[in-house]
């Protein structure tokens, strides 16, 4: 397959070409009346060829809105492509195709893929786009919009096959949910990647929706939960036991009291049941000792 590239079309100042086309037409009525009032041929020929010249030459006249461009094609072959805005004049017998170049968005609705571990879940993301070369775009795919909402679609059903939702037996795993950011980066490279023979640069690509499918999300939730707690009481007795430490440690240091093994196994006891223990602890008073 033969690769487009778009090139800059001969085009001129549609003011400038109006201005000879007036002068074209004061010389063709000017020929017709002198060859009709004198019998010539020739005036008659010049006069009437000017007039012809002269509409054909009314078909090249064209406007370009800012971020518009217009694709010219001669007799089937690409000639070029004016991107300039303004009032223009080209070739009047080409065909003329405009083409946006402003950014757009595609929008991924929801689709039902597996992550790296296998796990259905639901995506879905945002495309922003644009046409950076309207020849690749013009001549290259059938349809460009059709094209971009292909090739993101399996570009994101590639992307998230390779990252897991969340991170399970692997800390530092990176994964969907966990680092937005770098997922973003590796979805638009690998979006630029099928869309650059379209001619389009993509300019953002992100996760719009991200979610457990249906029928696993009720286990998913259970199972975050219960990592949820894991880690919370992980991170209470460490703290309790910093606390009995310490505790330990400044009634030693201020000879509160003298604690041999087994009493200091008690009080330890005690001071991880009172800080652990998700209720309020209810002392009991001893008394002493009745001998």
Do not use: C
Request: aromatic content about 6%.
């Amino acid at each position: 397959m033969q690769n487009s590239r778009e090139i800059p079309a001969w085009r001129m100042s549609g003011f400038a070409a109006m201005a000879l086309l007036f002068g074209l037409g004061v010389v063709g009525v000017v020929g017709l009346a002198e060859g009709t009032e004198a019998a010539r041929a020739p005036s008659v020929i010049g006069g009437s060829l000017a007039l012809v010249l002269l509409v054909i030459g009314v078909r090249g006249f064209f406007t370009l809105e800012p971020n518009k461009a217009a694709v010219l094609v001669f007799f089937g072959r690409y000639v070029g492509t004016v991107t300039r805005q303004g009032f223009h004049w080209a070739n009047p017998l080409a065909r003329r195709v405009l083409v946006s170049l402003r950014v757009r968005n595609f929008n991924i609705d929801k689709i039902k893929v597996n992550d790296a571990m296998g796990n259905p879940i639901q995506i879905g993301a945002v495309i922003v786009w644009r046409i950076v070369d309207t020849a690749k775009a013009q001549f290259d795919v059938q349809s460009v919009r059709e094209f971009v909402a292909l090739q993101s679609e399996t570009a994101i059903r590639a992307m998230a096959s390779r990252f897991p939702y969340d991170e399970y037996e692997d800390p530092g795993a990176e994964t969907l949910r966990g680092n937005p950011d770098h997922v973003a980066e590796v979805l638009k490279r690998d979006v630029q990647d099928r869309l650059g023979v379209a001619g389009v640069e993509v300019m953002e690509a992100r996760i719009s929706h991200l979610a457990y499918a249906q029928e696993i999300a009720q286990a998913m939730l259970r199972r975050q939960q219960a990592e949820a707690i894991v880690a919370a009481r992980r991170r209470i007795v460490d703290g309790a036991v910093g606390m009995v430490e310490m505790a330990l440690e400044r009634l030693e240091k201020e000879n509160v009291v003298e604690l041999d093994n087994e009493r200091r196994a008690a009080m330890v006891n005690n001071l991880l049941v009172a800080v652990v223990s998700e209720r309020d602890a209810s002392p009991v008073i001893n008394t002493g000792s009745l001998y």
